[in-house]
DNA sequence: CCACGGCCTGATTC
DNA sequence: AGAATCAGGCCGT
């Protein structure tokens, strides 16, 4: 099956620039799980040729197209965002590298698992969850799992995390699963409220800052002014901003929010993927 | 308001 | 080789 698109698109780095855990590269083929299927695609001149199981894939392709991000106009939102250099750099390498559209629960999760840790490191903490936890689902002989709903992580509780290997964020990953099974906050309403208000909601939960408040804004409850501030966006500033050499950690990102304006989410993503695939250099 | 250290764990670096 | 350091932070002091 099809999903026709002639429009800019990079799905290598869309799928591996690291704001999205379960997608493995198998040659020219992306596997992942995604809308409680195993998804497996390719992109091709006329668009993404993809296969999914167990729904039908007449169903997947439009969900496809909302994952993607494949609504955005991308030639817009560079118009908007380049004016600044180190961004059109970025945007010159790495063209057609979209934001997702995931779903806000497993990217909560995702992103808490984050802390002080690593992309192979959370996408096994985020692949054992679904082993233990999910549902199994098989596509050409391969078998991945479903990512856990709320309540079953929240049953599963701190110590059988523990053991999956999410060490000191176990805990903050069971007492936020409870608090989502009861519904608060109900994170889909989320992307009908405003940053603001949906930033507040987050923060509000265990073992979510403002680093990965917002990029569970960004990457599932389309909030495309967000700006998450790690490690990497942080060298990325400090030594291409002269007006962010001493800003403390905590004033960057409304800093970058001013300057980089409504599309500052673009803006991020672009210079977080250079900067890191830079490496360590210079800090 | 800001700075600082501890925290699970495994890979990489010194 | 064995000890630090680092890895897409958060939380409490």
């Known amino acids: 099956m099809l999903v026709p698109f002639d429009r800019p698109l990079n799905l290598p780095d869309?799928?591996?620039?690291?704001?999205?855990?379960?997608?493995?590269?198998r040659g020219e083929w992306y596997f992942g799980v995604v809308y409680n299927n195993l998804v497996k695609l390719r992109?091709?001149?006329?668009?993404?040729?993809?296969?999914?199981?167990?729904?039908?894939?007449?169903?997947?392709?439009?969900?496809?197209?909302?994952?993607?991000?494949?609504?955005?106009?991308?030639e817009a939102i560079y118009r908007a965002i380049c004016e600044d250099e180190r961004v059109r750099d970025a945007v010159a390498m790495y063209r057609g590298m979209r934001l997702l559209r995931q779903d806000p629960w497993e990217c909560l999760?995702?992103?808490?698992?984050?802390?002080?840790?690593n992309v192979p490191r959370i996408s096994a903490n985020v692949e054992?969850?679904?082993?233990?936890?999910?549902?199994?689902?098989?596509?050409?002989?391969?078998?991945?799992?479903?990512?856990?709903?709320?309540?079953?992580?929240?049953?599963?509780?701190?110590?059988?995390?523990?053991?999956?290997?999410?060490?000191?964020?176990a805990s903050y990953v069971a007492a936020t699963?409870?608090?989502?099974?009861?519904?608060r906050p109900d994170l889909?309403?989320?992307?009908?409220?405003?940053?603001?208000?949906?930033?507040?909601a987050l923060l509000a939960l265990p073992g979510v800052g403002d680093k990965?408040?917002?990029?569970?804004?960004?990457?599932?409850?389309?909030k495309l002014e967000a700006f998450p501030v790690d490690v990497w966006i942080e060298r990325a500033l400090r030594e291409w901003y002269l007006d962010c050499q001493k800003l403390p950690r905590a004033?960057?990102?409304?800093?970058?929010?001013?300057?980089?304006?409504?599309?500052?989410?673009?803006?991020?993503?672009?210079?977080f993927h250079r900067r890191r695939l830079q490496g360590r250099a210079k800090l």
């Open 14 to 25: 869309t799928l591996e620039c690291g704001q999205a855990f379960r997608w493995q590269r």
């Open 43 to 74: 992109q091709t001149p006329g668009g993404i040729e993809f296969s999914c199981a167990p729904d039908g894939e007449a169903t997947l392709g439009p969900r496809l197209r909302d994952y993607l991000r494949l609504d955005d106009d991308l």
């Open 109 to 117: 999760i995702s992103f808490i698992c984050s802390a002080n840790s």
């Open 128 to 169: 054992a969850m679904s082993t233990a936890f999910g549902q199994p689902v098989t596509l050409d002989g391969e078998t991945r799992s479903t990512f856990p709903t709320p309540e079953a992580l929240a049953d599963a509780g701190e110590m059988k995390l523990r053991a999956l290997g999410l060490g000191f964020r």
């Open 177 to 183: 699963a409870r608090a989502i099974a009861d519904g």
């Open 188 to 200: 889909f309403a989320l992307r009908e409220a405003p940053y603001e208000e949906a930033l507040a």
């Open 212 to 222: 990965v408040a917002n990029c569970v804004l960004l990457f599932s409850l389309d």
């Open 251 to 271: 004033r960057m990102r409304p800093w970058a929010q001013a300057h980089f304006g409504p599309y500052a989410g673009y803006a991020n993503q672009y210079l």
